[in-house]
């Protein structure tokens, strides 16, 4: 409940809540006891019983919230307030006025919303039911309702009297404050992030799908396992192409067309997969790049975007929300795939994914915005924090590829996330061939395992995020914080795997493998957030640069690993990702900064 303002017979000053700006109210008081009702448009918003008791006017607000609002008699500074009768300070702020009103005479007839004499009887105003004659005709108290667009940052303090001598309080409501709901005051950089959320849901649910139609698929074309294993890499070619075309797409016309592009080209070709699949292989393997052509840009393009809306101190959490979609998508997919493969038939598992993306399609043409100079409904006040550092929102006509090569910090970004996505993409691909050869698990105890990591891996992404931010908030610097994130997320994933040949049962390998994962996870504000610290303006082009190596890690450690099982053993495979870890550490803590070295 917003108070509008109260004036006593020498001054008055305004009394502002929050919430939006709404028109005036005027009222008059007489007395040292009168009641006062609020309205606003046609809704009554409550009462406000005033008295003077020691010095001090006190009054109960709200017909419904019954507060009581002690006034300071001097200055009419608001001391405290206490809701049903505890006392709590008040956050209303006293403004005075700097421009004049006219005084309204007590009038007999009735305003616009007609006299409220007969006061409730809330605690703490004194008043009893009966007393409505002696406040409602002697006191004179009749409310009644004046529009008026008035500034309150614009207020002067006059002397008011009433024209028939009596001493008389005029209840002038500057700007009344009007409660909005809590969706209407969400902060639109975290709307973008969200969005940006649901996009990477979608991105690894359509991704994932694949691997679990292809087996009533190969059974249906009759493909062999060669013929799988070159569907399945179909993904990547377009994936790569895409990296840092996308990254200089982002920086260049916007991240919202980017991934706008992105979502609705990788959807399209999601729904179009069993039309390819029946009409020959050659057209799915096209089918499958495409897709990849399409999903490659899309995390170029959510860099540039949080590049620009989101502060130093909400960068971890944001992305790490973010990238938590990714995870929660892939286990999304693997759980209703099954599903839906076998009440519908496999190609149902495309057309409810693919379609998906139009409705997310739908919500980011309408809700989102490139940088928040092009968001009309951005408030000064979020604009004020998103503006307030240092980072450059001008787009980029020239990428300078010598300049951005030269710095040894992006070079760390690029080796360092090798490193990491090698280990990364190992477990995750060959996982359930070690819970089953290793383990002993059956393929459906597998399958069902797979989906531990990805939730693990969401769980500790976003718990990494608020705990950099929290230390970036609390003074640490970015350098210290992103380099203490990312020898988590390496030296992590490296102990527990070191202890994969020491432990004696399957429960205690699962375990292992989780935590792994959990601690890899902590890389989302490590190296996964230093692109927009050491570069904002090239924020895509450089996720580009280093998610090409890691997306190269991958494809050759997926490889690698099948030639080292051929002659090795599981531990063999688990010690190259050790090392791959323990060089990542010393590169990452040698030469990443969280300083901005591309201007």
Known sequence: MAIGGLVSNRSFGSFIGSGKVCRGEQAVLRGDRSGIAF?????????????????ILSGTYGQFLQNTVHLDENNLKPLSISPNGRRLISSISLYHCE???????????????????????????????NEKDRIGKESGTCAYYKSEEFDITEAKVDSLSSPDGTNEAVLVGGDMLEAVPFWQNFPKRWVIVLLCFASFLLCNMDRVNMSIAILPMSKEFNWNSATVGLIQSSFFWGYLLTQILGGIWADKIGG???LGFGVIWWSIAT??????????????????AFMGIGE????PAMNNLLSKWIPVSERSRSL???????????????AFSPILINKFGWPSVFYSFGSLGSIWFALWLRKAYSSPKEDPELSKEE?????????????????????ILSKAPVWALIISHFCHNWGTFILLTWMPTYYNQVLKFNLTESGLLCVLPWLTMAAFANIGGWIADTLVSKGLSVTSVRKIMQSIGFLGPAFFLTQLSHVKTPAMAVLC?????????????????????????????LLGLSNTAGVLAGVFGTVATGYILQRGSWDDVFKVSVALYIIGTLVWNLFSTGEKVLD
Request: glycine share 14%; charged share 15%; with cysteine.
């Open 99 to 129: 421009k004049s009103h006219k005084v309204y005479p007590q009038q007999r007839r009735r305003g616009r919303f007609g006299c409220y004499s007969r006061p409730s009887p809330l605690p703490g105003s004194g008043l009893k039911p």
């Open 296 to 299: 490659g840009v899309a995390m």
């Open 39 to 55: 309205v606003h448009g046609n809704m009554f918003y409550g009462k406000l019983w005033i008295q003077k008791a020691n010095g």
């Open 383 to 403: 604009m004020q924090l998103i503006m307030g550092g240092s980072i450059s929102k001008e787009p980029v006509k020239v990428i300078p590829w010598r300049l």
């Open 271 to 288: 729904v179009l997969t069993p039309i390819a699949a029946r009409v020959g292989l050659p057209f799915l393997l096209i089918m499958r």
């Open 513 to 541: 493998m989780a935590c792994s994962q959990g601690s890899d996870a902590f890389s989302q504000s490590g190296l996964y957030s230093n692109h927009q610290d050491i570069g904002p303006r090239y924020a895509g082009v």
């Open 256 to 258: 919202k067309l980017v």
């Open 320 to 334: 790490a929300l973010v990238y938590s979609g990714m995870y929660l998508g892939s286990v999304i997919g693997l």
